[in-house]
C-alpha cells in the first residue's frame, strides 16, 4: 500500500513539472486561445512567422456548469388543457444543470499545417462522448516544397474538413457546448446559426480586409444511402467579406457581411445543429419533456429544411474596455411541403463594458428579436440579457445572467401563446 502511494505522489509531481514545462509551449502559430485572450479573436490570426520545430500535441478542453433559477408561464385557456388539446407546461424549479465537458485536441503537424478535433465528452443531449468535428488548417505550402506559393500564402488560409461552418461572426461568441469562456451572456443567440458540414474554406487575409469563400455537402449527419428520405446530391455555399483593424491603440473596427445558401439538400440544419443543446432547461416545454429531448428549449427554429438563403451583418466597435457587437440576419426558406418562401429576420444588439485590471470584470446586456413568418401567421420573439463576468483567472470565468424572453402572435392552441420566461443564471467555466 505505502509502495503504491509513494509511486502515485511520484508519478503525480512529474507530471506537475511536465505540465509546469509545457504551460509556456502549450500556444500554436494561427491559432485562438482557449482562454481568456481568445475573446473578441474571430478568425485565427493570420501570421507568416513560424515556430514548429516538431510534431506537437496540444491537449486542451472546458468544464462548465450552471445554476438555473427561472420560471415560466403562458396564456393557454384553461379548458383547452383540460381537453387535452394543448399539454400543460413542466413545472421547473431551481437547482444545478448537468456539467458540460469538452476535449480538444490541437497538433502542429507541420510548417503551416494544424489539425483541430473537439469531442463533446458530456452535453445536454448526448451523455456519452461524441466528436463535434474537426478540420486541417493549412497556411503555409513548405511542407509540399520550400518557398512554394510563398507570396500567395502570405495572405491565405485553407480549412478543410467536418467542421463548423463559417457562417456570419455570432457563432465566434456563442457558447459551444462547455466553451462557454468567449460568450459574455449564458444563452446564446434566439435564432441559433450554427451548423458542421463537410467543405471546405478558403481565405485571404491583407491589411484588415478579409474575403472567405466556401463550400460544403449542405448534410450535418454524413450517409452515401439513396432512398426516400436521404440522397447523396445536394451542397451549400459560404462566403464572408469584411474588415477588421485596430484603428488607433484605443478603437477597434470590425464589419463583415455573410452568406449561407443551399440548392437542394436532404435536411438543411442550420438553425437545429447544434446538439449540445441549450442552457435554458425546459423552459417553455411540456410535462413530457425530458433533459434531452426536447433540448433547444428557448431557441427558435424558423423551420426551413430544403432550400435557404440566409444573410447576416455584424458590426463590432471596441473604444478600450467598451464594446458594441451587432447582428442583423435575414433568412429566406420553406419546408418541403411547403410552395411559397417564408422569411425571417434576427436583430441582436449588445453592449460590454470590461474593466479592471487585465479586464477581468464585465458587465453587459443584450437585446434580441425575432420575426418570422410562419404558416399560421407572424411571431414575434423577444428577449433581454444582463450580466455580470469575472476571470478569477484567464482560464476560469465566473457569470451572473438575468434573461427575460416574451412570446407573441402564436395561436391559442400552442404551448407558447403569450409565453414567456424569466429569471436567474449563474455559470461557472474553465477552459485551457
Request: glycine content about 10%; proline content about 3%; cysteine-free.
Amino acid at each position: 500500500m505505502r509502495t503504491t502511494i509513494k509511486k502515485a505522489i511520484i508519478f503525480s509531481l512529474m507530471l506537475i513539472g511536465v505540465s509546469l514545462y509545457a504551460q509556456n509551449k502549450r500556444d500554436l502559430d494561427n491559432w485562438r486561445a482557449p482562454d481568456q485572450r481568445g475573446i473578441n479573436v474571430f478568425e485565427a490570426p493570420k501570421d507568416t512567422v513560424s515556430t514548429f520545430e516538431r510534431v506537437k500535441v496540444r491537449v486542451g478542453g472546458a468544464s462548465t456548469l450552471q445554476f438555473q433559477a427561472l420560471s415560466h408561464e403562458n396564456g393557454v385557456p384553461q379548458d383547452l388543457i383540460d381537453d387535452g388539446t394543448v399539454m400543460e407546461l413542466k413545472s421547473i424549479g431551481s437547482n444545478f444543470n448537468l456539467a458540460t465537458a469538452n476535449l480538444d485536441l490541437d497538433v502542429a503537424l507541420a510548417k503551416g499545417v494544424r489539425m483541430h478535433l473537439r469531442t463533446y465528452l458530456s452535453s445536454r443531449h448526448h451523455p456519452e462522448p461524441y466528436v463535434k468535428g474537426g478540420y486541417f488548417q493549412i497556411d503555409n505550402l513548405d511542407f509540399i516544397s520550400e518557398g512554394l506559393l510563398n507570396d500567395l500564402m502570405k495572405y491565405t488560409t485553407l480549412k478543410v474538413g467536418h467542421m463548423e461552418n463559417n457562417y456570419g461572426d455570432a457563432h465566434f461568441r456563442r457558447t459551444d457546448n462547455a466553451q462557454a469562456i468567449y460568450n459574455p451572456f449564458v444563452g446564446n443567440l434566439i435564432m441559433d446559426s450554427f451548423t458542421t458540414e463537410v467543405g471546405a474554406e478558403l481565405y485571404y487575409q491583407r491589411n484588415g480586409f478579409l474575403g472567405m469563400v466556401g463550400f460544403t455537402n449542405g448534410k450535418l449527419n454524413q450517409s452515401v444511402a439513396e432512398g426516400s428520405n436521404e440522397k447523396t446530391g445536394g451542397a451549400s455555399f459560404i462566403a464572408k467579406l469584411g474588415y477588421d483593424n485596430q484603428l488607433t491603440e484605443d478603437l477597434r473596427l470590425r464589419l463583415t457581411g455573410s452568406i449561407y445558401t443551399t440548392g437542394y439538400v436532404p435536411n438543411n440544419y442550420l438553425y437545429t445543429a447544434d446538439r449540445a443543446g441549450s442552457r435554458y432547461y425546459f423552459v417553455m416545454e411540456d410535462v413530457d419533456a425530458t433533459a434531452k429531448s426536447p433540448f433547444r428549449s428557448g431557441r427558435f427554429d424558423p423551420g426551413f429544411r430544403n432550400r435557404i438563403t440566409a444573410v447576416m451583418f455584424n458590426p463590432f466597435v471596441k473604444y478600450n474596455g467598451l464594446e458594441f457587437f451587432g447582428t442583423i440576419e435575414l433568412a429566406n426558406g420553406r419546408a418541403s411541403t411547403e410552395m411559397e418562401n417564408r422569411s425571417t429576420t434576427q436583430l441582436a444588439g449588445e453592449v460590454i463594458y470590461r474593466f479592471g485590471q487585465a479586464e477581468n470584470f464585465y458587465l453587459g446586456g443584450r437585446y434580441n428579436t425575432v420575426s418570422s413568418e410562419q404558416s399560421f401567421g407572424d411571431v414575434d420573439i423577444n428577449r433581454f440579457q444582463f450580466s455580470a463576468g469575472y476571470f478569477l483567472t484567464k482560464n476560469i470565468l465566473a457569470k451572473l445572467e438575468y434573461v427575460n424572453q416574451t412570446y407573441d402572435g402564436y395561436p391559442e392552441a400552442n404551448i407558447l401563446y403569450d409565453g414567456k420566461f424569466n429569471g436567474l443564471m449563474v455559470e461557472a467555466v474553465i477552459s485551457f
